[in-house]
């Protein structure tokens, strides 16, 4: 038997049974959270079962880089503890050239599992999170108000007191309208506006026309050239959770928040993290080398406890980032990414200091 097919005998059991077992604390973590609302309601049994399996993607998506850890960690400690590293590195095999196969395996698990979550764990998680709205009457409303919109790169500012999104009215309008240079040339006020295919037909509107310090005003007429055409989708109460949508709606997501002059940190940083969460299934196991072999006494409970405390020291080092960033303290970018650069440097030093 070659040492890559031995490696992989007893690096994949450990790996699948940690995967399900971590996968099924989360799943009851949910269901036990959601408990009394489901009992409240009265949700049948067939409803909740639903709503579990439509929560697996998500939870295999959490739990692989614990399951990752824990079983590079373990395989390895078992590996020192029979002494049977001692050999490979006797007859000459270095550390690194024999953890190769998991580090290329963590790679391309990595990169499966980003497609993964695009693609699977978003439209599953977001059917999960409408199935349980559905089911507890948490019904959510496209109609806003108080809103404020910046179209055209800043040069028209709108502004409505209510937008009503069955009609496609905006109630309250006013509209500034600026020149290239961002100077004041008209200002448009209307009791409302409807929303005619490409543009807004206002009602009861009066245009002020700016010019040379002078302001005329023009009732119920606007010049042609003046196109008031912001899309409907602008206006809507259309506050999302970007862990909820895949990356292409996440940053049309993003853009419309740049538009409408609202905070992007949270949503960038939550959108960053997409790309960064699945590296660290391949970090983990730099972090798991260096782990093992410290101790050779109770390789499962000590392989458990070393790979539970590190990844709480991760996710808390993340959510610690995640807030910065949310309060522009940090940039989004390092808000997602600054936990992986920290634990990948600590991986380093582990794996330089191993036992070989």
């Not at 270095?94 to 978003?122: H, M, N, Q």
């Not at 109630?171 to 929303?195: C, H, P, Q, T």
């Not at 949310?326 to 992986?340: C, D, E, R, T």
């Amino acid at each position: 038997m070659t040492l890559l097919k031995y490696l992989a005998k007893k690096f994949l059991p450990s790996f699948v049974g940690a995967l399900g077992f971590f996968s099924l604390m989360l799943v009851l973590v949910d269901l036990f959270t959601n408990l009394w609302q489901f009992i409240q309601y009265a949700i049948p049994a067939s409803s909740i079962l639903r709503l579990m399996l439509l929560y697996v993607p998500k939870t295999l998506w959490y739990a692989a880089p614990l399951a990752v850890l824990f079983a590079v960690s373990f395989t390895l400690s078992s590996l020192y503890s029979n002494n049977e590293l001692t050999v490979i590195f006797a007859s000459g095999v270095s550390l690194f050239r024999f953890v190769f196969p998991l580090l290329l395996f963590s790679a391309f698990l990595s990169v499966g599992f980003f497609f993964f979550e695009d693609r699977i764990v978003v439209p599953y998680y977001r059917q999960k999170v409408e199935f349980q709205s559905e089911l507890l009457g948490e019904n959510s409303s496209k109609n806003n108000s108080d809103v404020v919109v910046f179209a055209e790169n800043g040069r028209q500012i709108y502004k409505a007191d209510y937008y009503d999104d069955n009609s496609m009215r905006l109630y309250g309008l006013i509209v500034i309208l600026r020149n290239e240079e961002r100077k004041l040339e008209g200002i448009v006020f209307a009791d409302s506006a409807m929303w005619m295919e490409d543009h807004w037909e206002m009602s009861n509107y009066t245009y002020y026309r700016y010019e040379d310090g002078e302001a005329t005003s023009y009732k119920n007429w606007m010049p042609d050239k003046m196109s008031i055409a912001e899309l409907p989708e602008t206006f809507r109460n259309f506050e999302i959770s970007v862990e909820e949508v895949n990356t292409q709606d996440a940053r049309a997501y993003i853009s419309l928040l740049q538009r409408t002059g609202l905070p992007t940190g949270e949503a960038k940083s939550i959108y960053y993290k997409k790309y960064s969460f699945p590296t660290i299934i391949f970090l983990v196991v730099f972090l798991s080398v260096g782990l093992s072999g410290r101790s050779r006494k109770n390789v499962l409970l000590s392989s458990l406890i070393l790979c539970v405390s590190a990844a709480v020291l991760f996710y808390v080092t993340q959510m610690v980032t995640m807030y910065l960033a949310k309060f522009n303290v940090i940039s989004p970018f390092a808000g997602a990414w600054l936990p992986v650069f920290i634990f990948f440097g600590i991986s380093i030093v582990l794996f330089r200091t191993s036992r070989t």
